[in-house]
Nanobody
Framework: QVQLVESGGGLVQAGGSLRLSCAAS????????MAWYRQAPGKQREMVAR???????NYADSVKGRFTISRDNAKNMVYLQMNSLEPEDTAVYYC?????????WGQGTQVTVSS
């Protein structure tokens, strides 16, 4: 089992920045890929950014150049640095881990960007 706890969400004006953090615990050595997803009201959950255990990353087109995912394996943490935020980035952001083929999710943290 893997437990994930997000923090760092909040309210920010357009053009501002936020940094999300996700703390992993439990069977952390089994974790391969970690990612951030988001879900806006009335929309499907979508992948925002992903990082493998080897450090390879990929991003949704809508956030490329603005968001950066990073992973600190020593601290069992994954981060999402979000810059140049837009109202369209408003959503609940979820931390995700893939371990032994199973999906694990955090409880989510709200990010609201005002125009």
């Amino acid at each position: 089992q893997v437990q994930l706890v997000e923090s760092g969400g909040g309210l920010v004006q357009a053009g501002g920045s936020l940094r999300l953090s996700c703390a992993a615990s439990g069977a952390i050595l089994s974790i391969n890929t970690m990612a951030w997803y988001r879900q806006a009201p009335g929309k499907q959950r979508e992948m925002v950014a992903r990082v493998t255990s080897g450090g390879s990353t990929n991003y949704a087109d809508s956030v490329k150049g603005r968001f950066t995912i990073s992973r600190d394996n020593a601290k069992n943490m994954v981060y999402l640095q979000m810059n140049s935020l837009e109202p369209e980035d408003t959503a609940v952001y979820y931390c995700h881990a893939l371990a032994y083929g199973r999906n694990y999710w955090g409880q989510g943290t709200q990010v609201t960007v005002s125009s």
